[in-house]
């Protein structure tokens, strides 16, 4: 099993800058891609970034790209996302996600293991 412990989501103004960060632990290494999700309210949950530990390739949702950042450190088995110039469009929970597969998937089905979620409200 690996367990994911997502962090730093909060209140933040238009414009403004937010880092989540993801912890992974138990059995990390079975999974070879990390992502990030989110859900606001009455919406379906969706893709937002993806990045592979080994390597550290990356891909985005084009909602995202450009703003945000997804990093890895794999020594501290941790995924960060930096998120620049956030807007109301942003507001959602931002889950984090494992997957066993080494391709840089983006949709839900795929991923094995999820945090539960921390919330990222933008007030305009």
């Known amino acids: 099993q690996v367990q994911l412990v997502e962090s730093g989501g909060g209140l933040v103004q238009a414009g403004g800058s937010l880092r989540l960060s993801c912890a992974a632990s138990g059995r990390t290494f079975q999974t070879s891609v990390m992502g990030w999700f989110r859900q606001a309210p009455v919406k379906e949950r969706e893709f937002v970034a993806v990045i592979r530990w080994s390597g550290g390739t990356t891909y985005y949702a084009d909602s995202v790209k450009g703003r945000f950042t997804i990093s890895r450190d794999n020594a501290e088995n941790t995924v960060y996302l930096q998120m620049n110039n956030l807007n109301a469009e942003d507001t959602a929970v931002y889950y984090c996600?494992?997957?066993?597969?080494?391709?840089?998937?983006?949709?839900?089905?795929?991923?094995?293991?999820w945090g539960q979620g921390t919330q990222v409200t933008v007030s305009s």
């Open positions: 996600a494992a997957a066993r597969t080494l391709r840089l998937v983006t949709t839900i089905n795929e991923y094995d293991y």
